[in-house]
């Protein structure tokens, strides 16, 4: 028995062919990953010059310390402090340390951190976040859901940037030993750090505090949609940390954290490949204990840097 006739036939073939099509198209417009090429954002020209600048601030028995900025791309100038060690170990291995939102290179923690790892015989690069220290313009309500969501997202993918070329620069001197580049990014610092380490294979040992990923649950009950995944597509952590291996990341996060919910910690780490290992302290976002969480970082750098 015939279960349909010739134009019956093309009617079932349409019918089919139409269901792929709508099958193509969901799959298509859920795939927030691979729809856009999100590394090849990054990619820029090294052969454009530096322009780099360093002034001496301050010369003592156990370091110097230098005022630095260079040119990034979108002709960005980016500030920052070098501290050098005085021991015997030329080139030093290097640590770019990253501070949070709405701080800048010399805020109280980051300066810890740079003595920290200064006297343990660590070079130290610290910046000013895109719109943040001496790079500081009108400054908006930083927000990934508010009237401000595009501003908000250029800060981190033009600070992406900026680590990139801090790593060219670092390559220009001959007292730093590019091939032992660590990271230490904290909150922001952390999230953007992520980003960075993910698709600059020059940083040998990355190190994120206080940070986490799937940034679209920020729109709540709008965060399924593809409106909100393409939006952080370009600067979601979850994107971009499974290229850190087989580099040995470590993460240090806060138990009771109110800024970064635990859950976003979380998501992240059980996105990385390993090696990895994650640390819990039971504080809160801000009142993470320096001592320790700076510690614990040193630790895995003389582990691995």
Not at 46 to 57: E, M
Not at 89 to 118: A, C, E, R, T
Not at 248 to 263: R, S, T
Not at 272 to 300: C, M, Q, V
Request: proline share 4%; charged share 25%.
């Amino acid at each position: 028995m015939k279960f349909f006739n010739k134009k019956g036939k093309y009617w079932f073939i349409g019918i089919i062919a139409s269901l792929l099509l709508l099958l193509f198209a969901f799959i298509y417009a859920n795939d927030t990953n691979t729809t856009f090429p999100v590394n090849e954002y990054y990619a820029y020209d090294r052969a454009i010059s530096l322009k780099d600048s360093l002034s001496l601030l301050k010369d003592t028995t156990d370091f110097k310390l230098y005022h630095v900025s260079y040119t990034s791309v979108h002709d960005q100038k980016v500030t920052g402090l070098l501290s050098i060690p005085k021991n015997k170990d030329v080139p030093h291995p290097v640590i770019i340390l990253m501070h949070g939102l709405g701080d800048n290179k010399n805020v109280d923690y980051v300066s810890y951190g740079n003595d920290l790892f200064l006297k343990n015989g660590y070079a130290v690069l610290r910046l000013d976040f895109s719109q943040h220290g001496e790079r500081k313009g009108d400054f908006y309500d930083f927000s990934l859901t508010g009237k401000y969501k595009h501003w908000s997202r250029d800060i981190i993918g033009q600070t992406v940037f900026d680590l990139r070329r801090a790593v060219d620069f670092i390559e220009t001197r001959k007292e730093l030993d590019a091939q032992r580049i660590g990271y230490y990014g904290i909150s922001l610092g952390g999230i953007t750090g992520t980003i960075f380490c993910g698709i600059e294979d020059r940083i040998k040992v990355p190190i994120v505090a206080l940070a986490g990923g799937q940034l679209n649950l920020l729109y709540e009950r709008e965060a399924i949609t593809k409106e909100a995944k393409d939006f952080v597509s370009l600067i979601e952590p979850l994107n971009f940390v499974k290229q850190i291996a087989p580099r040995p990341l470590l993460m240090l996060n806060a138990k009771n954290d109110e800024i970064v919910p635990p859950l976003m910690s979380t998501l992240l780490y059980k996105a990385a490949k390993e090696p990895k290992e994650i640390i819990w302290y039971d504080s809160k976002h801000r009142d993470a204990p320096l001592d320790t969480i700076f510690g614990d970082g040193l630790n895995w750098f003389k582990k691995y840097l």
